[in-house]
């Protein structure tokens, strides 16, 4: 049997796509929209909710607890597949990897030091 190679990554595509929308429309089709007062009370981060979608400022600890997230997020995404590789990989690699650790550090040591990781 001779297919194209990339037959089962189009797929996965088409089916994850699928999926993604059915999941979304479907929720709102066969869902019911019920409000009651567990919905109106305030959230984990003590926020009360508005009706209006300008609720008000929200305080900054929350970005930047979303930021060093995204920042950790990326960098395990690019340590995974070095740490996979790393038998094969040179001299070179390895200090771009050092370099990448120490660029991705400064950030995290800098909101360490202004106390940024403490909640309160």
Not at 77 to 84: E, G, M, S
């Amino acid at each position: 049997m001779d297919y194209h190679p990339y037959l089962p990554v189009l797929f996965f595509l088409f089916f994850g796509v699928l999926f993604a929308f059915g999941s979304v429309f479907g929720g709102g089709l066969l869902g019911r929209a019920q409000y009651n007062r567990a919905k109106a009370e305030a959230y984990e981060c003590g926020i009360q909710p508005t009706p209006q979608a300008e609720g008000g400022r929200v305080p900054i600890k929350f970005y930047l607890t979303a930021m060093l997230f995204i920042v950790f997020d990326v960098e395990v995404l690019f340590l995974y597949p070095f740490a996979v590789a790393f038998d094969q990989v040179g001299l070179f690699s390895l200090l771009a990897m050092v370099l990448f650790l120490v660029v991705v550090s400064v950030p995290f040591v800098y909101e360490w030091s202004r106390g940024g990781l403490e909640w309160d």
